[in-house]
């Protein structure tokens, strides 16, 4: 399994999903992190600016934990089949530990219209 995180000035989960360019990714083995990378996608390549686009740097891991995001970008990851998982934990590993432990505070996407495209 693998499992991106949004994140943020080099120690956060951001809630700025749509426009965020950084995302570790995990790849998860038995339930344990086998091994974590960082990619960094061009500002043309965020979600916020990639709607047209037919494939996404992100389209192949299984579940997105982020911030924040609305309800078009959670539909648009469901779409992709990526599991959207909104939290209010800030630190990316420990979400990913959380998260597959089932502990994990999830929260609800945010109404269309606001900024977190």
């Keep these: 399994m693998k499992i991106a995180v949004a ?12 426009r965020c360019r950084r995302f ?15 990619i960094e996608l061009s500002k043309e390549q965020t979600f ?12 192949h891991v ?19 089949s990526v599991k959207p998982v909104i939290t209010t934990e800030t630190d990316p590993d420990k979400a990913i ?6 502990k994990l505070t999830i929260s609800i996407p945010e109404e269309m219209g606001s900024c977190h495209h």
């Design 62 to 80: 299984d579940v997105l934990i982020n911030g924040g995001m609305g309800m078009g970008l959670f539909k648009r990851l469901s779409a992709m």
């Design 7 to 18: 994140y943020h000035n080099k120690k956060n989960i951001t809630g700025h999903t749509g």
């Design 48 to 59: 916020h600016n990639s709607h047209d686009q037919a494939t996404h740097p992100l389209q």
């Design 24 to 38: 570790l990714i995990y790849n998860i083995i038995n339930r344990e992190i086998s091994n974590k990378e960082l």
């Design 97 to 102: 530990s959380l998260y597959l432990a089932g």
